[in-house]
Protein backbone atom coordinates (compact mmCIF):
# COMPACT_ATOMS: atom_id res chain seq x y z
CA UNK A 1 0.00 0.00 0.00
CA UNK A 2 1.23 3.41 -1.00
CA UNK A 3 0.85 6.77 0.33
CA UNK A 4 -1.07 7.98 -3.24
CA UNK A 5 -3.27 4.82 -3.18
CA UNK A 6 -4.42 6.17 0.56
CA UNK A 7 -4.78 9.52 -0.92
CA UNK A 8 -6.46 8.24 -4.01
CA UNK A 9 -8.99 6.07 -1.91
CA UNK A 10 -10.12 8.88 0.33
CA UNK A 11 -10.81 10.94 -1.85
CA UNK A 12 -12.81 8.00 -3.95
CA UNK A 13 -14.39 7.51 -0.69
CA UNK A 14 -15.43 11.14 0.42
CA UNK A 15 -16.51 12.25 -2.96
CA UNK A 16 -18.39 8.46 -3.78
CA UNK A 17 -17.43 9.21 -7.80
CA UNK A 18 -14.16 7.89 -9.62
CA UNK A 19 -14.52 10.80 -12.46
CA UNK A 20 -14.40 13.84 -9.58
CA UNK A 21 -11.89 12.15 -7.43
CA UNK A 22 -9.85 11.83 -10.81
CA UNK A 23 -10.71 15.73 -11.43
CA UNK A 24 -10.01 16.75 -8.36
CA UNK A 25 -6.47 14.91 -8.73
CA UNK A 26 -5.86 15.67 -11.72
CA UNK A 27 -5.73 12.01 -12.71
CA UNK A 28 -7.62 10.01 -15.73
CA UNK A 29 -10.55 8.25 -13.92
CA UNK A 30 -9.62 5.07 -15.33
CA UNK A 31 -5.98 5.10 -13.45
CA UNK A 32 -8.27 6.14 -10.26
CA UNK A 33 -10.12 3.33 -10.37
CA UNK A 34 -6.54 0.60 -11.42
CA UNK A 35 -5.61 2.42 -8.46
CA UNK A 36 -8.45 1.20 -6.05
CA UNK A 37 -8.77 -1.67 -7.61
CA UNK A 38 -5.00 -2.81 -6.74
CA UNK A 39 -5.77 -1.48 -3.24
CA UNK A 40 -8.51 -4.02 -2.78
CA UNK A 41 -6.29 -7.08 -4.10
CA UNK A 42 -3.62 -6.29 -1.83
CA UNK A 43 -6.08 -6.05 1.13
CA UNK A 44 -8.23 -9.10 -0.16
CA UNK A 45 -11.32 -6.40 0.61
CA UNK A 46 -13.76 -4.73 -1.39
CA UNK A 47 -14.09 -1.61 -0.48
CA UNK A 48 -16.61 -0.25 -2.37
CA UNK A 49 -20.21 -1.70 -3.28
CA UNK A 50 -23.08 -0.17 -5.81
CA UNK A 51 -26.76 0.27 -5.31
CA UNK A 52 -28.33 1.16 -8.26
CA UNK A 53 -26.39 4.38 -9.50
CA UNK A 54 -25.45 5.27 -6.06
CA UNK A 55 -21.46 3.66 -4.95
CA UNK A 56 -21.20 3.28 -1.15
CA UNK A 57 -18.15 1.83 0.96
CA UNK A 58 -18.43 -1.46 2.52
CA UNK A 59 -17.75 -2.45 6.07
CA UNK A 60 -14.71 -2.51 5.43
CA UNK A 61 -13.71 0.18 3.25
CA UNK A 62 -15.36 2.45 6.06
CA UNK A 63 -12.75 0.87 8.56
CA UNK A 64 -9.91 1.73 5.98
CA UNK A 65 -11.24 5.71 5.29
CA UNK A 66 -11.04 6.00 8.76
CA UNK A 67 -7.33 5.10 9.12
CA UNK A 68 -6.83 6.60 5.74
CA UNK A 69 -8.04 9.98 7.55
CA UNK A 70 -5.40 9.28 10.55
CA UNK A 71 -2.26 8.65 7.89
CA UNK A 72 -3.24 11.79 5.76
CA UNK A 73 -3.63 13.94 8.70
CA UNK A 74 0.05 12.93 10.20
CA UNK A 75 1.65 13.13 7.14
CA UNK A 76 0.18 16.65 7.03
CA UNK A 77 1.38 17.16 10.31
CA UNK A 78 4.81 15.80 9.74
CA UNK A 79 5.08 18.42 6.56
CA UNK A 80 4.03 21.32 8.79
CA UNK A 81 6.71 20.80 11.17
CA UNK A 82 9.31 20.51 8.42
CA UNK A 83 8.02 23.45 7.21
CA UNK A 84 8.41 25.34 10.50
CA UNK A 85 11.77 23.78 11.04
CA UNK A 86 13.16 25.67 7.87
CA UNK A 87 11.20 28.94 8.79
CA UNK A 88 13.05 28.57 12.39
CA UNK A 89 9.82 28.49 14.08
CA UNK A 90 10.77 25.15 16.75
CA UNK A 91 13.13 22.76 17.03
CA UNK A 92 16.40 22.34 19.41
CA UNK A 93 19.60 22.89 18.75
CA UNK A 94 22.41 20.90 21.72
CA UNK A 95 25.35 23.49 21.92
CA UNK A 96 28.30 22.82 24.05
CA UNK A 97 30.77 25.33 24.91
CA UNK A 98 34.35 25.07 26.88
CA UNK A 99 33.88 26.62 31.02
CA UNK A 100 37.13 28.80 30.43
CA UNK A 101 36.28 29.99 26.74
CA UNK A 102 32.83 30.97 27.03
CA UNK A 103 32.69 34.29 25.97
CA UNK A 104 29.91 37.20 27.07
CA UNK A 105 28.70 37.60 23.71
CA UNK A 106 27.68 33.85 23.37
CA UNK A 107 25.74 33.92 26.12
CA UNK A 108 24.32 37.31 24.55
CA UNK A 109 23.84 36.13 21.09
CA UNK A 110 22.11 32.54 22.28
CA UNK A 111 19.10 35.04 24.16
CA UNK A 112 19.22 37.48 21.22
CA UNK A 113 18.58 34.17 19.21
CA UNK A 114 15.91 32.71 21.28
CA UNK A 115 14.37 36.40 21.53
CA UNK A 116 14.14 36.21 17.74
CA UNK A 117 13.00 32.68 17.53
CA UNK A 118 10.81 31.28 20.41
CA UNK A 119 9.99 28.42 19.38
CA UNK A 120 13.79 27.54 19.29
CA UNK A 121 15.23 25.46 22.08
CA UNK A 122 18.49 26.00 23.00
CA UNK A 123 20.19 23.99 25.51
CA UNK A 124 24.38 24.80 26.26
CA UNK A 125 26.76 22.05 28.09
CA UNK A 126 29.48 23.91 29.68
CA UNK A 127 32.48 21.29 29.92
CA UNK A 128 36.09 21.14 28.70
CA UNK A 129 37.26 21.11 25.27
CA UNK A 130 38.52 17.43 24.98
CA UNK A 131 34.82 16.46 26.19
CA UNK A 132 32.81 18.39 23.60
CA UNK A 133 34.83 17.32 21.11
CA UNK A 134 33.96 13.64 21.74
CA UNK A 135 30.31 14.42 22.42
CA UNK A 136 30.15 15.93 18.53
CA UNK A 137 31.64 12.75 17.24
CA UNK A 138 29.17 10.97 19.01
CA UNK A 139 26.39 13.19 17.58
CA UNK A 140 25.34 14.10 21.65
CA UNK A 141 25.89 17.72 20.29
CA UNK A 142 25.31 19.96 17.19
CA UNK A 143 27.86 22.28 17.63
CA UNK A 144 30.39 23.44 20.14
CA UNK A 145 32.72 26.74 20.88
CA UNK A 146 36.11 25.27 22.17
CA UNK A 147 39.08 26.53 23.30
CA UNK A 148 41.70 25.07 20.56
CA UNK A 149 40.95 24.19 16.98
CA UNK A 150 39.57 20.80 16.79
CA UNK A 151 41.95 17.60 17.25
CA UNK A 152 39.76 14.91 15.60
CA UNK A 153 39.45 14.47 12.38
CA UNK A 154 35.76 13.87 12.35
CA UNK A 155 35.54 17.71 13.06
CA UNK A 156 35.95 21.21 11.29
CA UNK A 157 36.15 24.05 13.53
CA UNK A 158 36.80 27.79 12.32
CA UNK A 159 37.29 30.74 14.42
CA UNK A 160 34.39 32.18 16.38
CA UNK A 161 36.25 35.33 18.52
CA UNK A 162 39.18 36.51 19.37
CA UNK A 163 39.72 38.13 23.20
CA UNK A 164 42.05 40.05 24.59
CA UNK A 165 43.92 38.39 27.97
CA UNK A 166 44.99 40.73 30.57
CA UNK A 167 46.84 40.58 33.84
CA UNK A 168 44.51 41.52 36.69
CA UNK A 169 45.31 42.86 40.03
CA UNK A 170 43.56 44.23 42.63
CA UNK A 171 43.18 47.88 42.86
CA UNK A 172 45.72 48.91 45.85
CA UNK A 173 48.17 46.22 44.58
CA UNK A 174 51.97 48.14 44.58
CA UNK A 175 52.07 47.75 40.48
CA UNK A 176 48.38 48.92 40.14
CA UNK A 177 49.54 52.32 39.45
CA UNK A 178 52.73 51.68 37.28
CA UNK A 179 52.68 53.12 33.87
CA UNK A 180 53.89 49.91 32.50
CA UNK A 181 55.02 46.10 33.90
CA UNK A 182 57.62 44.26 32.85
CA UNK A 183 56.88 41.03 32.08
CA UNK A 184 59.64 39.66 34.18
CA UNK A 185 58.20 42.03 37.13
CA UNK A 186 55.26 39.88 36.82
CA UNK A 187 56.81 36.54 37.21
CA UNK A 188 58.02 37.48 40.83
CA UNK A 189 54.43 38.24 41.79
CA UNK A 190 52.33 35.32 43.13
CA UNK A 191 50.02 34.57 41.20
CA UNK A 192 46.21 32.80 40.61
CA UNK A 193 45.76 30.82 36.97
CA UNK A 194 43.85 27.70 35.82
CA UNK A 195 45.30 24.54 35.76
CA UNK A 196 47.24 22.51 33.23
CA UNK A 197 45.00 21.27 29.95
CA UNK A 198 43.84 24.89 29.70
CA UNK A 199 44.06 26.80 26.56
CA UNK A 200 44.62 29.83 28.15
CA UNK A 201 47.01 28.48 30.75
CA UNK A 202 49.37 27.21 27.67
CA UNK A 203 49.21 30.28 26.25
CA UNK A 204 50.23 32.35 28.79
CA UNK A 205 53.25 29.37 29.86
CA UNK A 206 53.73 30.01 25.85
CA UNK A 207 54.67 32.95 26.08
CA UNK A 208 56.49 32.96 29.61
CA UNK A 209 59.01 30.55 28.14
CA UNK A 210 59.80 32.41 24.78
CA UNK A 211 60.93 35.16 27.88
CA UNK A 212 62.90 32.77 29.14
CA UNK A 213 60.81 32.34 32.20
CA UNK A 214 59.15 29.98 34.39
CA UNK A 215 55.55 30.43 35.14
CA UNK A 216 54.35 28.29 38.30
CA UNK A 217 50.67 29.19 39.85
CA UNK A 218 50.55 29.69 43.65
CA UNK A 219 46.62 28.45 43.29
CA UNK A 220 45.58 26.51 40.56
CA UNK A 221 41.70 26.39 39.72
CA UNK A 222 39.87 23.91 37.70
CA UNK A 223 38.66 25.01 34.60
CA UNK A 224 35.38 24.25 35.06
CA UNK A 225 32.34 26.06 35.09
CA UNK A 226 32.91 29.18 37.79
CA UNK A 227 36.44 29.03 37.62
CA UNK A 228 36.44 32.65 36.25
CA UNK A 229 34.89 33.89 38.96
CA UNK A 230 37.04 31.80 41.57
CA UNK A 231 39.75 33.48 39.43
CA UNK A 232 38.51 36.80 40.32
CA UNK A 233 37.67 36.95 43.53
CA UNK A 234 41.04 35.29 44.43
CA UNK A 235 42.83 38.56 43.25
CA UNK A 236 40.50 40.78 44.71
CA UNK A 237 41.24 38.89 48.17
CA UNK A 238 44.55 39.62 47.26
CA UNK A 239 46.35 36.66 47.19
CA UNK A 240 48.07 37.49 43.69
CA UNK A 241 47.43 38.34 40.38
CA UNK A 242 45.61 36.56 37.40
CA UNK A 243 45.42 36.44 33.38
CA UNK A 244 42.01 36.65 32.08
CA UNK A 245 40.24 37.40 29.06
CA UNK A 246 39.60 41.49 29.38
CA UNK A 247 35.61 40.48 27.90
CA UNK A 248 35.51 38.31 31.48
CA UNK A 249 36.68 41.49 33.59
CA UNK A 250 34.85 44.89 32.06
CA UNK A 251 32.64 44.67 34.89
CA UNK A 252 34.53 44.37 37.45
CA UNK A 253 37.11 46.95 36.47
CA UNK A 254 34.42 49.31 35.78
CA UNK A 255 32.93 48.75 39.12
CA UNK A 256 36.53 49.16 40.73
CA UNK A 257 36.80 45.85 41.68
CA UNK A 258 40.08 45.17 39.74
CA UNK A 259 42.73 46.75 37.60
CA UNK A 260 44.41 45.59 34.38
CA UNK A 261 47.68 45.88 35.00
CA UNK A 262 49.74 47.45 31.27
CA UNK A 263 52.22 45.02 30.80
CA UNK A 264 52.88 45.34 26.73
CA UNK A 265 55.14 41.23 26.50
CA UNK A 266 51.86 39.87 27.20
CA UNK A 267 50.51 40.79 24.16
CA UNK A 268 48.46 37.87 24.31
CA UNK A 269 45.03 37.04 22.57
CA UNK A 270 43.03 34.18 22.95
CA UNK A 271 40.57 32.50 20.04
CA UNK A 272 37.71 30.33 20.68
CA UNK A 273 36.82 28.13 17.67
CA UNK A 274 32.95 26.66 16.26
CA UNK A 275 32.76 23.24 15.77
CA UNK A 276 30.81 20.85 14.13
CA UNK A 277 30.65 17.77 12.74
CA UNK A 278 32.76 17.47 9.46
CA UNK A 279 30.61 14.52 7.86
CA UNK A 280 27.08 14.67 9.79
CA UNK A 281 25.11 17.49 7.97
CA UNK A 282 23.84 20.59 9.42
CA UNK A 283 20.21 21.58 9.69
CA UNK A 284 19.12 24.84 8.13
CA UNK A 285 18.48 25.09 12.07
CA UNK A 286 22.10 24.51 13.10
CA UNK A 287 23.43 25.99 10.19
CA UNK A 288 21.18 29.51 10.88
CA UNK A 289 22.29 29.30 14.82
CA UNK A 290 26.07 29.58 13.69
CA UNK A 291 25.59 32.08 10.96
CA UNK A 292 23.58 34.75 13.82
CA UNK A 293 25.92 34.03 16.79
CA UNK A 294 29.04 34.20 14.23
CA UNK A 295 27.14 37.76 12.69
CA UNK A 296 25.91 38.75 16.74
CA UNK A 297 29.83 38.19 17.74
CA UNK A 298 31.22 40.62 15.27
CA UNK A 299 28.74 42.89 16.21
CA UNK A 300 29.86 42.98 19.65
CA UNK A 301 33.41 44.08 18.67
Known amino acids: MTLHQVKVFTTVAKLKSFTLAGEKLRVRQPSVSLLVQGLQRELGVKLFERLGNKMRLTTAGEELLQRSEDILAK ?23 SGIGTPSALLSGIKAFKDQYTGVEVTLTIQK ?14 VAILGWPPTSPALVGKPYREEDVVTIAPPNHPLANEETVPLDRIAKEPWIGYDKGSPLRALIE ?8 SFKPDLEVNSELGSRDAIKSAVESGLGIGFLCKCHVLAHIEAGRLKVLNVPELNLKRTTYIATHKNRQKSSLVQAFIEF ?8 G
Do not use: C, P, T, W
Not at 80 to 88: H, S, T
Not at 207 to 213: N, Q, T, V
Open 293 to 300: VGNYSDQQ
Open 206 to 213: QRFAEKGL
Open 129 to 142: SEILQKKLVDGELD
Open 75 to 97: VEAIREAMDELKGLKKGKISLGS
